[in-house]
């Protein structure tokens, strides 16, 4: 199973900033990862494919860059409705299909 | 717009069987994968497995062999059945649409529903 490993845990970040959030995998999982948003009470929302192709509907202030085992996603100018927690997921070897520990994106 | 929605009872007991069902409207159940995920309070997402609208299926290892997911095309459903459960299984268990040539990644998701397994 390959395991992901998101950093930070959590992000103080303040609105109009920027948030730089990673991700690693135990192995190579070639540009098969995607990010998810997710709000409180809510379910996660696709953000990125194919390690940096934009989910439909999804700002272009979102954008995910990496391969291998490094992956990043970059939030540029943070938005108010941009505080959550961002999970990444592998999607290279399975099963099973596996998710990072999430990092929580805060209003410093 | 595609809306996916989770059904079943939210209280399970220990030892006893977990069955959601999960109905699809507003788009097109073929040619898909279908998921469930859960999410223990508190913690992060665990995929469980999928279903091919065909019927194929997929599972977790780590459920070692209580999962079953199936589907109903005729109703544009598919369902997760659990065996077993222990409090573990508490969580909130969420369906999905999978995107890819082998359902990879989840671009639609219902809004999850809570199940809590205690006596």
């Known amino acids: 199973e390959i395991v992901m490993t998101q950093s930070p845990a959590t992000l103080s970040v303040s609105p109009g900033e920027s948030a730089t959030l990673s991700c690693r995998a135990s192995q190579s999982v070639s540009n098969n990862l995607a990010w998810y948003q997710q709000k409180p009470g809510q379910a996660p929302r696709l953000l990125i494919h194919?390690?940096?192709t934009r989910a439909t509907g999804v700002p272009a202030r979102f954008s995910g860059s990496g391969s291998g085992t490094e992956f990043t996603l970059t939030i540029s100018s943070l938005q108010s409705e941009d505080f959550a927690i961002y999970y990444c997921?592998?999607?290279?070897?399975?099963?099973?299909?596996?998710f990072g520990q999430g990092t929580k994106v805060e209003i410093k | 717009q595609l809306q996916l929605q989770e059904s079943g009872p939210g209280l399970v007991k220990p030892s006893e069987t977990l069955s959601l069902t999960c109905t699809v409207s507003g788009g097109s159940f073929s040619s898909y994968y279908w998921t469930w995920v859960r999410q223990p309070p508190g913690v992060g997402l665990e995929w469980i497995g999928h279903v091919f609208y065909s019927g194929s299926t997929n599972y977790n290892p780590a459920l070692k062999g209580r999962v079953t997911i199936s589907v109903d095309t005729s109703k544009n459903q598919f369902s997760l059945r659990l065996r077993a459960v222990t409090a573990a299984d508490t969580a909130l268990y969420y369906c999905?649409?999978?995107?890819?040539?082998?359902?990879?990644?989840?671009?639609?998701w219902g809004q999850g529903i809570l199940v809590s397994v205690s006596s």
């Open positions: 194919g390690a940096s």
């Open positions: 999905a649409r999978a995107r890819g040539s082998g359902g990879n990644y989840f671009d639609f």
């Open positions: 997921q592998q999607y290279y070897n399975w099963p099973p299909w596996t």
